[in-house]
């Protein structure tokens, strides 16, 4: 039994050990979300800052000049918000990849562990059995033995009663 819950133990640790990669994973895949939360915050910024050249687009009558200039303005963060847009896209197929791959590893780990877990038990199994089995023989002996030295007790006893009846006899002259 204590073999059974060594290994039992061992497994155990391994895991725990998945279990700390999985927990890893996890955090590098919180800290890319973080990410993605603040290339969003970065985009709805531009789109405001967008919204505000068009509004200022639209009150700017006049000046030529001051309109050319909000426009490559818009232009420039329309073309930066496609480059982090562009790596908005790529952190996500990056996380997504890492994230099948990580459930295929867990998924064949846990077949290990089942698998080894499930060989465990039927070894062990086996072993109680064979243990019952050892037991019943030794307690068939004890019981033969007992019951030998029962037969013996009983003759010691009716030797000693019949010790002390003829002696009580010989006291009162009937022998």
Do not use: P, W
């Not at 998945?18 to 927990?23: E, L, P, S, V, Y």
């Not at 895949?29 to 919204?51: A, G, P, S, T």
């Not at 329309?78 to 990580?102: C, F, G, P, T």
């Amino acid at each position: 039994m204590d073999m059974f819950m060594d290994k039992l133990a061992h497994r155990l640790t391994a895991q725990e050990m998945i279990k700390a990669n999985t927990a890893a994973d996890t955090e590098e895949l919180n800290q890319l979300k973080n990410r993605l939360r603040e290339y969003n915050e970065c985009l709805d910024k531009l789109k405001q800052l967008i919204e505000e050249g068009n509004e200022a687009l639209g009150r700017a009558k006049a000046d030529e000049g001051e309109i050319t200039r909000l426009v490559e303005e818009g232009i420039a963060k329309i073309r930066e918000m496609e480059r982090d847009s562009q790596a908005v896209e790529e952190l996500r197929a990056q996380l997504l990849e890492k994230l099948e791959s990580n459930n295929e590893y867990m998924h064949k780990e846990c077949v290990k562990v089942y698998r080894n877990v499930q060989a465990v038990l039927v070894e062990e199994s086996g072993r109680q059995t064979e243990n019952l089995g050892n037991a019943g023989r030794d307690v068939r002996k004890a019981l033969s033995r007992l019951n030998l030295v029962l037969g013996i007790s009983i003759a010691a006893l009716v030797s000693a009663v019949g010790g002390l009846v003829i002696q009580i006899l010989q006291l009162l002259n009937f022998l």
